[in-house]
């Protein structure tokens, strides 16, 4: 559909600039302003140029928590993808179990973050949590707040509990949408379930599998409520990812410079990994178009 | 028209995605009846006995929560935000869908990516500005502090989803009621709007969806007048030490709004989520 | 290959069909013979896909039984009854290129690679796709997709018949033509089975041996194009082919005579008055004007068109349609019309009845 030209149409979209300006640009300014100043007792400023910057940059502690950070999403992606695909394959077509297992697996995404949190605090712990009292029946030595492993393995869990559902999703809608015409065909082509899989639904899933690799990422990438409820970001700095990093920064130790700094630094990451994302996947789209 | 499946033979698969399904479901259900569980018990049974059922089926974990207005009050500041978010959300990104479906303009493109990169910025990196910014304007602790705080990630969102509603009804309709000499704001709220109900709908779903989950925001921009329940929770629990029967109640009792609300969506998920922009 | 017999077949959408209009598909009873072209002609709705489907075995029939050659095959898998099916819309495997698209059939079944790409190029080459075989599919346009659907459907050469569900749908008008010709080459060549659902009469009578035209849910006549257009069966071929239709005069019977509003038409031949409500039909190429002799009438409007002209005129209070050669002279003081008494056909609650053999009124055809 070819749309017109038409300038007035700023009008229309004027209120959502002004409001998406004042939560986010004045908010911004503010950041990148502290980000070059140093403070006491949060009133006295003063210029300190990119002393904070190069003083992020040479920590360990920005990098560390980056490392978590990324290792945590490449994780999770890995898992939930896949997973959500297979969820979205499976689930029953039509009818009131179609409805059902919709409803079920939906409730997730509306559970408040620090209620998760708290769900798998409860779930998990050695001492009153069916599953940590199960692995340990079981012989395991599992205790997520003294292990890293045992954290890792546990805030991983929670967040594929958690979002998988998303992808899943996602992945139900689009398969929905493929005309039955394309299995009528597979089926008087002879072609194997995962054929089927392979040539159809794959592709056709493309679209909203971008969008869920997006969310997912930018999601994950920016997880604080629930680990930070679940593990506080411990045992030790294990699972102290950059949110929780940082919120300890600027509202623990109100070290205003350091967190600015931080912030934009990991809002620039954040931008950067997802354009980067869209374009080779876009790029990647359009290659095989043009062919 | 639809194919029925034709052959008995995919009996076997179809069981076998009944186990995935199944699985999955149990992965789901079994923490939350977890929590279910702990909430209908007392805090000795919790500490001292390994129960799959309650012993001693109790509802005080929940009579503390509904006679106590510092906890109540959490649920309905939590409504009270939630809801003044979706409708602010609603009102500002209905016109701009509109303008982003229909219309070329000068800065659009950028104008749309633009707005998507707020729903990357992540919650944390705003904490400290907005706490200030709503200070420096007298609204901190206030429910609008919040609904307009979320709307940093909600209206972009907002605005994509609509958008994508939108761009499946033809230009047409908007051309032929225009000759009929409609006026814009008639054209659009009497037969435009309606039209889009259900993207409306599945909008102010995830509107409500986000908004209703977040903890970070909410709990910076508030302190007594409008704190959220979830952030009630948190505190409650690191003040009183270890009340697990009344943490697991409050945690059952913010699942409960989620579900009614899946409920009445739930044949709108599916295409809901099948809409948007790429 | 065999030749394919439906037998009372009949299909509900509905899990609990009551009342026949619950049924997409009422009782057909028909066998289409090993190596013939059929169309499937009639309007949306009617039940043609359904048909077609079930054939294929993409939907299973609420009642009777198919049989190919002697072997009943109504519960077997569409992989089973070996068959092809090419369906309205392009339907391309779009990460493929256009010659994997075309081998996917023959892989599936286990065909050795040199047979394959043997099959794949020849086909290629007889639907005008040779230059396109390296591409990938998903960028075509949707002739060069439909095209390559229509190669899949031919590229298997022991299939028991190759269905086409309206399979020119997507295509441009001068397309349409080189595709149809194309099909009518294949089938020559390969002497398949073919089943041509479509709902354009061009398409039917030019594709096929054997016209198959449906109506709510039943198949009302099989026939030859010119049986058709000469003497169908029902008021719907007759008003279905042509182009304008048939005229239909409701009348009353008596003897060798019709008796319409104010006038009476000859027969030549005694129709044995049936009862029930009586409909005289005749084709507007068989309707002549003339100065003296016949019934009257008044025209309403002549057009030109090229070829032919045509004419609406009222007869007895009901609008007719003529047509005449473009060299046909028409005059103003041409206020009778004279009709071709041995084109003429006579229904009876929409059947048509046929001098000199009793008929039973086939009641309940709606």
Same mark, same amino acid.
């Given at each position: 559909m070819e749309k017109t030209v038409n300038q007035r149409a700023w009008i229309l979209v004027l209120p959502v600039v002004l409001l998406v300006a004042f939560s986010s640009v004045i908010p911004m300014m503010t950041v990148v302003n502290y980000s070059f100043q140093d403070s006491f007792r949060g009133n006295d400023f003063f210029w300190v140029g990119l002393e904070w910057y190069s003083e992020l940059l040479r920590s360990e502690r920005l990098w560390d928590a980056l490392g978590r950070q990324l290792l945590f999403s490449f994780i999770i992606l890995l898992i939930e993808i896949p997973l959500g695909i297979l969820i979205a394959l499976s689930m029953p077509k039509k009818g009131w179990l179609a409805s059902l297992c919709l409803v079920l697996i939906a409730l997730p995404l509306l559970i408040p973050y620090n209620v998760v949190g708290t769900i798998w605090q409860i779930f998990g712990r050695s001492d009153i949590g069916l599953l940590g009292r199960v692995l340990i029946d079981l012989g395991f030595s599992y205790n997520y707040a003294q292990n890293a492993f045992d954290a890792w393995a546990t805030v991983i869990a929670m967040d594929v509990w958690h979002w998988t559902s998303l992808v899943a999703l996602l992945s139900y809608a689009g398969l929905r949408s493929i005309p039955s015409a394309y299995y009528q065909a597979a089926k008087i082509d002879q072609a194997s379930r995962w054929s089927v899989f392979r040539y159809i639904e794959l592709p056709k899933l493309r679209g909203v599998l971008i969008i869920a690799v997006l969310l997912r990422f930018m999601d994950s990438f920016m997880i604080y409520t629930e680990p930070f409820v679940l593990t506080g970001g411990g045992p030790g700095n294990a699972t102290t990812f950059l949110s929780i990093d940082l919120v300890k920064m600027a509202?623990?130790?109100?070290?205003?410079g350091p967190a600015a700094a931080f912030s934009l630094m990991y809002f620039l990451v954040i931008l950067l990994i997802s354009y980067v994302f869209y374009t080779v996947m876009i790029s990647i789209d359009k290659d095989e178009t043009k062919q | 028209m639809s194919a029925q499946p *034709? *052959?008995?033979?995919r009996m076997p698969r179809i069981r076998w995605s009944a186990i995935v399904m199944i699985a999955y479901l149990l992965f789901l259900l079994v923490p939350i009846y977890w929590l279910v569980v702990m909430s209908f018990k007392s805090n000795s049974e919790i500490l001292n006995a390994f129960t799959l059922f309650p012993d001693e089926f109790t509802f005080q974990n929940y009579e503390t929560i509904l006679t106590d207005p510092s906890w109540y009050m959490g649920y309905v500041n939590s409504f009270i935000y939630v809801a003044l978010n979706t409708v602010i959300s609603l009102a500002v990104a209905l016109p701009a869908a509109y303008a982003f479906s229909r219309y070329r303009f000068y800065g659009d493109n950028h104008l749309f990516f633009w707005l998507l990169t707020n729903r990357m910025a992540p919650p944390a990196v705003f904490a400290l500005p907005f706490f200030q910014l709503y200070s420096s304007v007298s609204?901190?602790?206030?429910?609008i502090a919040v609904a307009l705080a979320h709307c940093l990630f909600n209206v972009p969102l907002a605005v994509w989803i609509l958008e994508g509603f939108m761009r499946g009804i033809p230009r047409e309709i908007d051309e032929t009621a225009f000759m009929d000499g409609y006026g814009f704001t008639r054209f659009f709220t009497r037969i435009f709007i309606p039209m889009i109900a259900p993207g409306i709908g599945v909008t102010a779903f995830f509107c409500f969806m986000f908004s209703w989950v977040e903890l970070l925001l909410s709990r910076t921009l508030t302190s007594v007048d409008a704190k959220p329940i979830t952030a009630i929770m948190t505190r409650t629990v690191s003040a009183s030490g270890l009340d697990w029967g009344v943490l697991a109640a409050a945690g059952v009792l913010t699942i409960i709004p989620g579900a009614i609300v899946i409920y009445f969506v739930r044949s709108y998920i599916a295409k809901g989520f099948a809409l948007g922009r790429v | 290959m065999a030749s394919i017999t439906l037998e009372n077949l009949a299909h509900s959408y509905h899990a609990q069909p009551i009342t %026949?209009? %619950?049924? &997409?598909?009422?009782a057909v009873n028909h066998e289409w013979e090993d190596g013939r072209a059929y169309a499937l002609l009639g309007p949306s709705g009617c039940g043609k896909t359904t048909l077609l489907n079930i054939m294929s075995g993409l939907l299973q029939p609420t009642r009777g039984r198919i049989l190919f050659g002697d072997t009943d095959v109504t519960h077997l898998s569409t992989a089973e009854r070996n068959i092809a099916q090419v369906f309205q819309f392009p339907v391309v495997y779009d990460t493929m290129t256009v010659g994997q698209n075309l081998a996917f059939p023959l892989r599936n079944r286990g065909m050795e690679a040199g047979y394959i790409a043997d099959r794949v190029t020849r086909i290629a080459e007889m639907i005008g796709l040779e230059q396109h #075989? +390296?591409?990938? &599919?998903?960028? #075509? +346009?949707a002739d060069l997709k439909q095209k390559i659907s229509l190669g899949r459907g031919v590229v298997r050469e022991d299939v028991n018949a190759i269905l086409f569900d309206e399979p020119l749908t997507v295509i441009d008008p001068h397309m349409k033509w080189e595709l149809r010709t194309q099909l009518k080459s294949l089938h020559r060549e390969f002497g398949h089975t073919m089943v041509y659902v479509t709902h354009d009469q061009t398409e039917a009578l030019t594709f096929a041996d054997e016209v198959v035209v449906m109506h709510d849910g039943r198949v009302v006549q099989i026939g030859t194009p010119q049986e058709l257009f000469e003497t169908p069966a029902h008021v719907f071929v007759g008003y279905f082919i042509g182009s304008p239709g048939m005229n239909f005069i409701p009348v009353t019977l008596d003897g060798r005579q019709a008796i319409a509003e104010g006038g009476a038409i000859d027969? #030549?031949? %005694?129709?044995?008055?049936?009862?029930g409500d009586i409909v005289l039909g005749i084709r507007p190429e068989f309707v002549r004007l003339s100065r003296d002799t016949g019934l009257p009438i008044e025209v309403k409007q002549v057009r030109d068109a090229g070829r032919h002209k045509f004419i609406s005129a009222v007869l007895f209070g009901s609008e007719i349609n003529i047509v005449a050669d473009a060299g046909t002279e028409i005059a103003a003081e041409m206020t009778k019309v004279v009709f071709d008494p041995s084109k003429i056909s006579v229904f009876c609650n929409d059947w048509r009845i046929n001098a000199g053999s009793p008929q039973t009124a086939k009641v309940g055809a709606s």
């Open positions: 509202l623990g130790q109100f070290d205003l | *034709s *052959s008995r033979k609204l901190f602790d206030t429910h | %026949d209009s %619950d049924f &997409a598909l009422k #075989l +390296t591409k990938k &599919a998903r960028g #075509l +346009t027969l #030549l031949q %005694d129709f044995e008055n049936p009862g």
